[in-house]
């Protein structure tokens, strides 16, 4: 079983930051990329940053230079740090880790922008 746990949503002003961490516990050998995505109310899920355990990233065009993905791979976690926050940038996040073919959700966190 794998288990992923995120922290650090919230409520923030625009051109507020908010950096979201995820740890991924358990059955995780061979764990290969671990990311963010997010699901505004009445929108698909969609990628919002990945990166592999080499260190490779793919990023999604709405949010690059502004936010940031960082991974530790001895303490299997990843950060997603957000910077200039915009309301669209509103939904719930999801952490993704993608172990030997199969995808793993959090439960996700909710990050709302809002003045």
């Known amino acids: 079983q794998v288990q992923l746990v995120e922290s650090g949503g919230g409520l923030v002003q625009p051109g507020g930051s908010l950096r979201l961490t995820c740890a991924a516990s358990?059955?995780?050998?061979?764990?290969?990329?671990m990311g963010w995505y997010r699901q505004a109310p009445g929108k698909q899920r969609e990628l919002v940053a990945i990166?592999?355990?080499?260190?490779?990233?793919d990023i999604a065009d709405s949010v690059k230079g502004r936010f940031t993905i960082s991974r530790d791979n001895p303490k299997n976690t990843v950060d997603l740090q957000m910077n200039s926050l915009k309301p669209e940038d509103t939904a719930v996040y999801y952490c993704?880790?993608?172990?030997?073919?199969?995808?793993?959700w959090g439960q996700g966190t909710r990050v709302t922008v809002s003045s």
């Open positions: 358990g059955n995780i050998f061979g764990i290969y990329a």
């Open positions: 993704n880790a993608y172990i030997l073919g199969t995808n793993y």
């Open positions: 990166i592999t355990n080499r260190g490779s990233t």
